[in-house]
């Protein structure tokens, strides 16, 4: 199991144990609000019985602790109505609108749909019904669970983003030191064989076949410069120059193409008008090699590698294909990440450093186009116009 199947994993057990714990405060909520809306029914049965009591008690009749519970009732609104429908009284509604029939037409309708009426049965054979509605105590019950996930989903994702971004700062600070002790380390070296070669050139002057070979020896020690220089710009503001696109993605085509097998087939097409855009050369030309270097190893050295530019007011996009075997939809999300590689060797830094470079210092866009499985990828390159 690589570590993006062992994220992925981690990922999904923290949404469960999130949704248990969502679950479970949904559960226990509900039950606490469950419990409190059956006494609040209680409550106001028992007020209604003491309200029967009072309409149909003797006039010697004790009823203290009858009027104590009618007026102990203090927080359910309820609103009491004759058999036709007709509101006679109101308790623990707005004090300002109680007068309000409008208000208490409202209330009353609120109240049929929230519960059955409780039914006053008077000495005379007349009915009256009880209305009510949930207290407000237990209309923010109600509503809290929501709150609650929403204030720990937010908590969850501001700490997150801020896991992330000091990951992310981290991972480039440590991008950048080894970007630059790298290139500090190749410095040296460098120098002396540039000098050994040069001491070579006029001891063996005479000497045409050496003197041959000291020029491929100079031609590679020219790359491995150019590779220095590269890694030395990580980390640092590159200097953008105006470039004419095709004449960089042709110089890569062709640096490419003399070292890869002659059964890979090379097309770039280009149209009359060049078409400029600022880059860093050295930089650009590094994310064009790794593509094209990904899709030779895609291909296993025998298929088709082409590529096209598009432009419209705002960007510039360059579309690099192949023919290789593609990458399942599964890691098209994961490819640039530090570390991904299909590949029995490798580091997997390429196209990690192919994002970094396009998208923190041409203020531009890669990402996989379209992908099928042994049929070839596309991925496009966006860069802004200036």
């Known amino acids: 199991m690589d570590i993006y199947q062992r994220k992925s994993r981690w990922k999904l057990i923290l949404v469960i144990a999130a949704m248990l714990i969502t679950g479970t405060s949904l559960i226990y909520t509900n039950k606490l609000a469950s ?3 059956e006494s609040e029914r209680k409550a106001v049965e028992l007020w209604a019985k003491a309200f029967t009591a009072v309409n149909t008690a003797s006039p010697d009749q004790d009823l203290t602790f009858a009027f104590d519970i009618t007026i102990r009732n203090k927080d359910i609104p309820a609103i009491l109505t004759n058999m036709a429908g007709k509101i006679e009284g109101s308790v623990n509604l707005d004090p300002d609108r109680e007068n309000n029939k409008d208000y208490l037409d409202g209330q009353l309708k609120i109240m049929k749909r929230a519960h059955d ?17 949930k207290t407000q105590l237990l209309t923010m019950l109600s509503y809290f669970p929501y709150f609650q996930v929403g204030v720990i989903g937010l ?4 700490g997150y983003w801020a896991f992330s971004e000091a990951r992310r700062a981290e991972q480039n600070q440590v991008w950048v030191g080894m970007a630059k002790e790298t290139a500090h380390q190749l410095g040296t070296p460098l120098s002396s064989l540039v000098a050994w070669i040069e ?3 006029m001891t063996t002057a005479e000497d045409e076949a050496t003197q041959q070979i000291l020029v491929e020896f100079r031609k590679d020690i020219g790359r491995l410069e150019l590779i220095a220089e590269r890694f030395s710009k990580i980390g640092s503001v590159p200097k953008l120059e105006k470039a004419n696109i095709y004449d960089q993605l042709a110089k890569n085509f062709t640096y490419m193409n003399r070292r890869a097998s002659k059964h890979v087939n090379f097309t770039l097409h280009t149209e009359e008008e060049p078409i400029f855009v600022d880059i860093s ?3 650009f030309d590094w994310v064009v090699e790794n593509l094209l270097k990904n899709a030779l190893d895609a291909m296993g050295n025998k298929g088709e590698i082409s590529a096209e530019v598009i432009q419209d007011q705002e960007f510039v996009y360059i579309d690099i294909m192949d023919t290789g075997k593609g990458i399942p939809n599964s890691k098209i ?4 990440e530090p570390g991904f590689t299909t590949k029995k ?9 192919t994002k970094r470079i396009i998208e923190n210092y041409h203020s531009g866009k890669i990402f996989v186009k379209k992908s099928i499985i042994n049929e070839g990828t596309t991925f496009r390159i966006s860069l802004p116009k200036k």
């Open 281 to 283: 050369p050295p930089l």
């Open 345 to 353: 060797r490798g580091w997997g830094l390429g196209l990690s450093l």
């Open 199 to 201: 001491h070579l050139k």
């Open 35 to 37: 419990q409190l809306m």
């Open 155 to 158: 908590f969850l994702a501001v």
């Open 333 to 336: 999300k994961t490819v640039f």
């Open 117 to 133: 009426p409780i039914v006053i049965e008077s000495a005379h054979g007349n009915k009256q019904y009880v209305y009510y509605k």
